[in-house]
Nanobody, 119 residues
């Protein structure tokens, strides 16, 4: 089956930067959409950013201007560059991949990587 593996989470000070990486394996096609979600303590999971093949990226208002999502042009690999991190960015970050292929919808999740930002 398809597996998504995140890496790059760490504990940093406010104002610093991190780069998250999500690498997929086992996919038989290029996903239509890949993105990042996060879940902070006591809060529900929320969309951070995603990118659709051949289309523009989308960002949550809270991260616009600070985070940048990029995707390898051919591989199912996606990155999240996080600059000027704030304490409210503290969360577990999850990679997501989705698509429609062979008359089926596909939706996969990674296990998450912890990002902790200290003020």
């Amino acid at each position: 089956q398809v597996q998504l593996e995140e890496s790059g989470g760490d504990s940093v000070q406010a104002g610093e930067s991190l780069r998250l990486t999500c690498v997929s394996s086992g996919s038989r096609f290029r996903f239509d959409t890949m993105g990042w979600y996060r879940q902070a303590p006591g809060k529900q999971r929320e969309l951070v950013a995603n990118i659709i093949s051949g289309a523009s990226a989308n960002y949550a208002d809270s991260v616009k201007g600070r985070f940048t999502i990029t995707r390898h042009r051919t591989a199912n690999t996606v990155y999240l560059q996080m600059n000027n991190l704030k304490s409210e960015d503290t969360a577990v970050y999850y990679c997501n991949a989705a698509g429609f292929y062979a008359r089926r919808n596909y939706d996969y999740w990674g296990q998450g990587t912890q990002v902790t930002v200290s003020s």
